[in-house]
């Protein structure tokens, strides 16, 4: 099945700084990525996403990354606020597995 | 627009008591339906998802169970619990298999 692994675990930038979130998938039938923020005991909200035939999108501060070739995808969040800090999860749906699979989240920290 | 809703918000259970949570979602027909379970600190979890009524795929055997008795209305039970069963259970729904999923307000289970 699909595999996601997201780096780092945690992630600590300063005020006005960008961060960068990394995951990577197993499975190359992969064709839907999704990426959610979650805030300390919320649910987790869909904040971007993107498509296998898509390279790239953006939305504001955030925008997302895809490397088919690679099968790795990112988030970049540019201009970071205290507001941004929460834990963030990665995710991608294969239709073999009808189903998306997460990754182990990151914890952002945005410091003053 | 469509809303999600989950009761309880937060439970208390002894270990071996049964269990029933319920998630509703308004606004649209024939949803895609999921339960999620996250542990403290932890990632997400597929327990079960639904295509349609009576239609439940398991990821996870294990002492829960799941029913779909009407269109959108999925429901996430145990006979007896566990204390490895405590976490947060998050419903979530798309309208689509390969499409967003929208989670629900989540019901955080404590079995002491």
């Known amino acids: 099945g699909e595999n996601v692994e997201q780096h780092p675990s945690t992630l600590s930038v300063q005020e006005g700084d960008s961060a960068v979130i990394k995951c990577t998938y197993s499975d190359s039938a992969s064709n839907y990525f999704p990426w959610y923020k979650q805030e300390l005991g919320k649910r987790p909200q869909l904040i971007i996403d993107i498509r296998s035939n898509v390279g790239e999108k953006k939305d504001q501060r955030i925008a997302v990354t895809l490397n088919k070739t690679a099968k790795h995808f990112s988030l970049h969040i540019t201009e970071t606020q205290p507001e941004d800090s929460a834990v963030y999860f990665c995710?991608?749906?294969?239709?073999?597995?009808?189903?998306?699979?997460f990754g182990t989240g990151t914890q952002l920290k945005v410091e003053l | 627009s469509q809303t999600i809703h989950q009761w309880p918000a937060t439970l208390v259970q002894p270990v071996g008591s049964p269990l029933s949570l319920e998630c509703t979602v308004e606004?649209?027909?024939?949803?895609?339906l999921y339960w999620y379970r996250q542990a403290a600190g932890r990632g997400l979890q597929l327990l079960f998802y639904s295509v349609g009524i009576g239609q439940i795929s398991s990821e996870v055997p294990q002492n829960l169970s799941a029913s779909r008795p009407q269109d959108r209305q999925f429901i996430l039970s145990s006979k007896k619990l566990l204390l490895s069963d405590s976490g947060f259970y998050l419903c979530a729904w798309s309208v689509r298999t390969a499409d967003t999923q929208y989670f629900g307000p989540g019901t955080r289970l404590t079995v002491l």
């Open positions: 995710a991608a749906f294969t239709g073999g597995g009808n189903k998306l699979t």
């Open positions: 606004g649209t027909s024939n949803p895609n």
